[in-house]
């Protein structure tokens, strides 16, 4: 689901963020809590989520994988609407 050690490698010249995931429900999230988003696209089309390391973002992803996350439900829902323009843009506009 995250990983604070990424597996692969990115061919752009951008540095890969400490902490990727695939998980849009996870980087919705985490970015309705605060953290700053960089979106990573890998060679097969999919697009990671990457946040630089914080002293919240640990406790955060750990709080949401356990179950005892709570974020407004309409900072939530804005987050992953944008989010996933931010995802289409990086493709292309293709779903």
Do not use: C, W
Request: hydrophobic residues 40%; without cysteine; glycine residues 8%.
């Amino acid at each position: 689901m995250f990983s604070n050690s990424p597996s692969h490698r990115s061919t752009q010249s951008q540095s890969i963020p400490p902490f990727l995931t695939d998980h849009l429900a996870l980087a919705a999230f985490l970015v309705s809590r605060g953290h700053a988003v960089t979106l990573v696209p890998t060679g097969s089309g999919k697009v990671l989520f990457g946040f630089a390391q914080t002293d919240g973002l640990n406790a955060d992803a750990s709080a949401f994988s356990d179950g005892t996350a709570q974020v407004s439900p309409a900072e939530y829902d804005a987050a992953r609407i944008r989010l996933r323009q931010k995802m289409d843009a990086v493709r292309g506009g293709v779903r």
